[in-house]
T-cell receptor, first 114, second 109 residues
């Protein structure tokens, strides 16, 4: 069955370290998204991609970067982790870029920055 | 700015009916989604409305009024497993999903 996976599921790191969160989907979807979810806030878009070599900044992109070298993967990198980046991170994918575009979510990565 | 409002928390009784409201102000509108999220899990898709009216899917129904910037999710015959957060999201003019903070629904026996 097609799926979307994230790794690691839990990560504890220190301020200033570079961290990469992996996202892998086997749906063969063109579109992939990274969100963060914090208490009291809705899901907030960090970066997204509509295809290989395409990346775009979302609402809260500062301090994060992504790259898309193939259809299946969209790794999220925190260049220099900050305590404000402690959050739950969700990766999602969808097949179309407009209209009805149900997004399928990965299980999430809980990141703690000390 | 763009804004989606939902109640923070609601409580209902097993077997009853509950209505979760969502109001939105966004730059453009290309559809409204409802997702369910159990604690510690990923959101999962429930419904999509792009035209005014009611969409029914089993025990769950979703209503949209574009002129009022308003939607609701109606859950019937509540079960304990319906205890979860319900997220409202609007697809704006740039086809970006704008998410509400979610409504935590507590079901009591």
């Amino acid at each position: 069955d097609a799926e979307i996976t994230q790794s690691p599921r839990h990560k504890i790191t220190e301020t200033g370290r570079q961290v990469t969160l992996a996202c892998h989907q086997t749906w063969n979807h063109n579109n992939m998204f990274w969100y963060r979810q914090d208490l009291g806030h809705g899901l907030r878009l960090i970066h997204y991609s509509y295809g290989v070599q395409d990346t775009n900044k979302g609402e809260v992109s500062d301090g994060y970067s992504v790259s898309r070298s193939n259809t299946e993967d969209l790794p999220l990198t925190l260049e220099s982790a900050a305590s404000s980046q402690t959050s739950v991170y969700f990766c999602a994918s969808s097949v179309t870029s407009g209209g009805y575009n149900e997004q399928f979510f990965g299980p999430g990565t809980r990141l703690t920055v000390l | 700015g763009q804004n989606i409002d939902q109640p923070t928390e609601m409580t209902a009784t097993e077997g009853a009916i509950v209505q979760i409201n969502c109001t939105y102000q966004t730059s453009g509108f290309n559809g409204l989604f409802w997702y369910q999220q159990h604690a510690g899990e990923a959101p999962t898709f429930l419904s999509y409305n792009v035209l005014d009216g009611l969409e029914e899917k089993g025990r769950f129904s979703s209503f949209l009024s574009r002129s009022k910037g308003y939607s609701y999710l109606l859950l019937k015959e509540l079960q304990m497993k319906d205890s979860a957060s319900y997220l409202c999201a609007v697809l704006d003019s740039n086809y970006q999903l704008i998410w509400g903070a979610g409504t935590k629904l507590i079901i009591k026996p």
